[in-house]
């Protein structure tokens, strides 16, 4: 039996728990976060999902099958650490695009350690929900 508040609170509760984790990510360069906290927070809120409705009404709202989301974050990781190696540098040493650069400016910075954040944050995000999806159905 669902509880119909939980189950509207959730709703909201997940889009929060996203927007949040996806500050986390983005704020973890300069201060605590990155892609592993972030990644975290994310799945927390599909968890949430879960215990309010059921696993197959989270992989509906998912839409993909978060296995398939933890390879492509492991794979958007190792490209971040090939691009040093495109430069002729070692494997992971951090690499900077400035996109939208005009002449004379630097323009805006784009970063393989970023890049690397984001395969993590995938990488964590589908590996949790691969696992307690895997856990929940066995119950």
């Not at 360069?29 to 906290?37: A, D, S, W, Y």
């Not at 495109?86 to 400035?98: I, K, R, V």
């Not at 993590?120 to 119950?139: H, N, Q, R, S």
């Given at each position: ?104 400016e630097k323009g805006l910075p784009l970063s393989s350690v970023l890049v690397f954040d984001v395969g ?20």
């Open positions: 039996m669902q509880s119909l508040i939980l189950t509207t609170a959730t709703r909201l509760l997940v889009a929060l728990l996203l927007v949040f984790s996806i500050y986390a990510l983005l704020r973890g360069h300069n201060l605590p976060g990155g892609g592993f906290i972030g990644g975290l927070i994310g799945a927390t809120g599909f968890i949430l999902y879960v215990i309010a409705t059921s696993v197959s009404d989270a992989r509906s709202a998912l839409r993909v099958d978060p296995a398939n989301i933890a390879m492509l974050g492991v794979g958007i990781a190792a490209l971040s650490g090939i691009m040093g190696a495109f430069a002729g540098e070692p494997f992971l040493t951090g690499q900077w695009l400035f996109l939208f650069a005009a002449e004379g993590v944050y995938l990488a964590v995000f589908g590996g949790i929900l691969t696992l307690v999806f895997a856990m929940e159905e066995e119950i």
